[in-house]
């Protein structure tokens, strides 16, 4: 992570819980690891959070459009809830929707991974009581929540490595790489007929 990421971010390495020594599911071992994240960053006077899985890398669009997604940042438009830089877009076709948000993002409906996540800490503080009873499958509990407003690119910007098992389900993630590959497909068919247009300043 030093490696991909140190000199983009001032990194913060934080344990997820230890599902085994508490005798608990990998799924709500996920939840509560997520949820201890939440009520850090709720607390926080920043404005925003970034949270990052271990095994996330950055693509080749990375360096195009992370400068113009941190000024956006920057600006503090407040009007989304998160934006995911790694959606799966596949598994719920043909119910996700993309619609143009800016030059930048689009709105996306609903999408699975949370690899890479930045969290308006407004959006946490003010659902953090309704995140910490959700149940099931934690991330997909809130990324397919119609209430919420979420961003993507309009290009894939990040990816998980594919050569690991899931803590959560204990299956091999070598079809992660197809899904990414889809993906990126998806977004930009979208991006084209929304006329986005990549590295565009008009956020």
Not at 29 to 39: A, D, E, K, M, T
Not at 147 to 163: A, E, G, H, M, N
């Amino acid at each position: 992570m030093q490696q991909e990421w140190g000199h983009v971010f001032d990194l913060h390495r934080v344990s997820a819980v230890d599902a085994k020594a508490r005798g608990i599911t990998g799924r709500d071992g996920c939840r509560l690891s997520h949820i201890q994240l939440f009520q850090q960053a709720a607390a926080s006077p920043d404005p925003y959070t970034i949270i990052m899985e271990d095994d996330v890398y950055r693509t080749a669009a990375w360096d195009t459009f992370w400068p113009k997604i941190s000024e956006f940042l920057d600006k503090q438009y407040r009007d989304w809830d998160f934006i995911s830089l790694d959606p799966n877009l596949v598994h719920d076709q043909p119910h996700i929707t993309l619609h143009r948000y800016n030059g930048l993002f689009m709105r996306v409906n609903q999408f699975r991974n949370s690899g890479f996540i930045i969290y308006n800490n407004l959006f946490l503080e003010r659902n953090l009581h309704k995140l910490q009873h959700l149940r099931g499958t934690f991330d997909m509990s809130f990324t397919h929540d119609p209430i919420y407003r979420k961003l993507t690119p309009s290009i894939l910007l990040v990816r998980q490595r594919t050569d690991r098992i899931s803590e959560i389900t204990g299956k091999a993630v070598t079809h992660y790489g197809d899904l990414y590959d889809k993906t990126a497909d998806i977004l930009l068919v979208a991006a084209r007929k929304a006329a986005v247009m990549p590295g565009s300043d008009d956020a």
